[in-house]
């Protein structure tokens, strides 16, 4: 038995780094015929070109996982069936659910590696590609902001800024509202502009008026020039149009950041949480499409590498289809974000379980 595992799994594998190459150079140049109007237009010599290919190799070879793991699998087994190696195997005595153990492994070991490749390599050098990108044609990173909402962690404090000057450090129109415990209004504070004193880590108001509701429902204001605030209230950073996309973070740093956008846009954590949750999920891919392929590859005996090349592909298109569709479900509130990634995972597993089990045996 070792000696089939060990045949099955070297087929697979010389299979396996063939079809990551080819399916690795398609993204290449996918990527590459998108941009080359921005690298012809900017004059980019062919070794800055071959630079910014290079960097973008390891995402390229990170999408090319899956389905080259689903084409090696497909193409290896159907080969066999078609020599009749499989029938002879089946009728010594070893099970077709036994014989591909070794695929199962190597599925699980795929997911595994290609979450630590994209957390320890590809992440990294797909940010040095957008940097030297930016840098190359000149694109600049404003973080002014308009009509930005914050609240507190106790949500008992909400604060709002028409406008926000990065480069100033400045609002215009800011308001401060506080809130008791049963939610009801407290205290309004507005200012026509506030500057932050960075040597003092302090706000200085300017045009201030000072909104207070006593016991009784009464309202009373108080306005002065100029009012100090320190700055662990809010922070210049909370104020800034600062959007991360969370498939270019390590996770950590991910997590970290999703927790402090739930303060400020609840509409945006949704869709910053979906993207959390699909990174985790996406891991998955190798392992289903491993169970897929072990379900496909005895269907196949006459043109085989035709056959496994275009199941490959349209497998490939419908799973990735799908996890859009219900990325932008989550993203628009109609399903969960848990859901939204998850669920293409648990669709495909259950579908290639049960085609496994009506597998030629």
Same mark, same amino acid.
């Given at each position: 038995m070792r000696v089939l595992r060990r045949y099955l799994l070297s087929q697979v594998m010389r299979s396996m780094l063939n079809s990551i190459l080819f399916f690795a150079v398609i993204v290449l140049l996918l990527d590459l015929?998108?941009?080359?109007?921005?690298?012809?237009?900017?004059?980019?010599?062919?070794?800055?070109?071959?630079?910014?290919?290079?960097?973008?190799?390891?995402?390229a070879v990170s999408y090319a996982i899956a389905p080259s793991l689903l084409f090696a699998i497909t193409f290896t087994i159907s080969s066999i069936y078609a020599r009749n190696e499989l029938v002879s195997i089946l009728n010594s005595g070893v099970s077709y659910y036994r014989f591909?153990?070794?695929?199962?492994?190597?599925g699980l070991a795929a997911s595994l590696g290609g979450f630590l490749f994209g957390e320890f390599l590809?992440?990294?050098?797909?940010a040095q590609k957008e940097e030297l990108t930016n840098t190359i044609v000149g694109?600049?990173?404003?973080?002014?902001?308009?009509?930005?909402?914050?609240?507190?962690?106790?949500?008992?404090?909400?604060?709002?800024a028409r406008y926000y000057n990065d480069k100033r450090m400045e609002i215009s129109g800011l308001i401060m509202i506080t809130r008791d415990e049963s939610g009801s209004l407290t205290s309004r504070v507005d200012a026509k502009k506030a500057s932050?004193?960075?040597?003092?880590?302090s706000w200085m108001l300017d045009g201030v008026t000072t909104y207070t509701v006593g016991p009784d429902g009464s309202i009373s204001a108080v306005e002065d020039d100029l009012l100090v605030?320190?700055?662990?209230?809010?922070?210049?950073?909370?104020?800034?149009?600062?959007?991360?996309?969370?498939?270019? *973070?390590?996770?950590?740093d991910a997590r970290a950041y999703i927790d402090r956008i739930r303060t400020?846009? *609840?509409?945006?954590?949704?869709?910053?949480?979906?993207?959390?949750?699909e990174r985790f999920a996406f891991s998955l891919t190798p392992f289903i499409?491993?169970?897929?392929?072990?379900?496909?590859?005895?269907?196949?005996?006459?043109n085989i590498l035709l056959y496994s090349l275009l199941i490959s592909i349209i497998i490939s298109v419908v799973y990735y289809v799908f996890e859009m569709l219900t990325i932008v479900l989550a993203k628009q509130h109609y399903i969960s974000p848990m859901l939204g990634a998850w669920l293409p995972v648990g669709v495909f597993t259950g579908l290639s379980i049960l085609m496994l089990r009506k597998v030629r045996t």
């Open positions: 015929f998108t941009n080359i109007n921005l690298y012809i237009s900017h004059e980019l010599p062919l070794t800055q070109i071959a630079y910014l290919s290079l960097l973008y190799l390891p995402k591909i153990t070794v695929l199962i492994v190597l590809v992440i990294d050098t797909y694109y600049s990173t404003s973080y002014n902001n308009n009509n930005v909402v914050l609240i507190s962690h106790e949500e008992h404090e909400v604060y709002y932050y004193m960075e040597k003092e880590s605030i320190p700055a662990d209230k809010f922070t210049p950073e909370e104020f800034r149009d600062i959007t991360f996309d969370i498939q270019e *973070m390590k996770i950590s400020l846009d *609840m509409g945006l954590y949704r869709s910053l949480l979906t993207d959390y949750y499409v491993v169970i897929i392929s072990c379900s496909l590859g005895s269907r196949f005996k006459k």
